[in-house]
C-alpha cells in the first residue's frame, strides 16, 4: 500500500510541477517539453512496481555529515575498535542498532574476521567516493558548463584561480601567520601506510 500511495503522490507532483512551468528540459529531453509526450512519459510509470524504503530521518544535517564522513577514509573497521587476538579468534567492539547503539563484544575466528573485512574492501579500479549527476567523471566536462551557462554565471578558471595573489585565511599557517603552500597530496592509503602503527593489546 505504501508504494502504491508513494507513487501516486509522486507522479502527480511531477504532473503539478510541469503545469506550473517549474520543470525545464534541455538537449536530448527537450520532447518533453510538450504537454503529450510528457503525458506518454509519465504513464509507464505507472505500471512499474515502486520499492520505498522508510526509515526514521535523521538527526539533522549534523548527523549525516558526521554518518557520511566515517565512510570516506576509512575501511571496515577502526584500530580502536579492536579488542584482542588470541589463539587465532578475534574480538572486537561493535554497536547493537537495534538496542540503543549499545556496545557488544563479538569474537570471530580469523578466517571469518578476515572474510568479513575483506568484504569492504573496493576491487581494483573502484573509488570509495564518487560523483553522480553532472559532477559524473564521464559528462561533467559538458554538463558542468552547461550548468553555469543555464544559473547565469561564468565557471572559475584554473588561471582565475592561480592569478590570486593574495592568500586567505585557510592558507595561512595558524602559528606564524605566514603564507602556506602544498607540497606533496596523500592518498588515504598512504597517509595509512605513513601513519604509526596502532597496538592491539590482549585481553587479559
Avoid at 505500471?47 to 558526521?66: A, C, H, I, N, T
Amino acid at each position: 500500500m505504501l508504494r502504491r500511495v508513494f507513487r501516486g503522490k509522486f507522479v502527480a507532483g511531477l504532473q503539478r510541477a510541469f503545469q506550473e512551468g517549474q520543470l525545464h528540459f534541455h538537449g536530448e529531453m527537450t520532447l518533453l517539453a510538450q504537454p503529450k509526450t510528457f503525458a506518454a512519459w509519465l504513464r509507464p510509470l505507472f505500471r512499474k512496481d515502486w520499492v520505498v524504503y522508510s526509515k526514521p530521518p535523521f538527526g539533522g544535517p549534523e548527523y549525516v555529515l558526521q554518518y557520511l564522513g566515517r565512510y570516506t577514509h576509512r575501511v571496515a573497521i577502526s584500530n580502536h575498535r579492536l579488542v584482542s587476538f588470541v589463539e587465532g579468534k578475534v574480538a572486537f567492539r561493535w554497536r547493537d542498532s537495534a538496542h540503543n547503539n549499545e556496545q557488544k563484544l563479538l569474537t570471530l575466528s580469523l578466517d571469518e574476521f578476515l572474510r568479513r573485512f575483506l568484504l569492504h574492501v573496493l576491487p581494483k579500479g573502484f573509488m570509495r567516493i564518487r560523483n553522480f549527476g553532472f559532477l559524473a567523471n564521464r559528462r561533467r566536462a559538458t554538463l558542468l558548463p552547461l550548468c553555469f551557462q543555464l544559473l547565469g554565471s561564468a565557471p572559475q578558471t584554473e588561471q582565475d584561480i592561480s592569478g590570486s595573489k593574495a592568500p586567505t585565511d585557510l592558507w595561512l599557517c595558524p602559528k606564524c601567520g605566514g603564507p602556506m603552500m602544498v607540497i606533496e597530496r596523500l592518498t588515504a592509503a598512504e597517509i595509512q601506510l605513513r601513519s604509526p602503527p596502532a597496538l592491539v593489546t590482549e585481553a587479559a
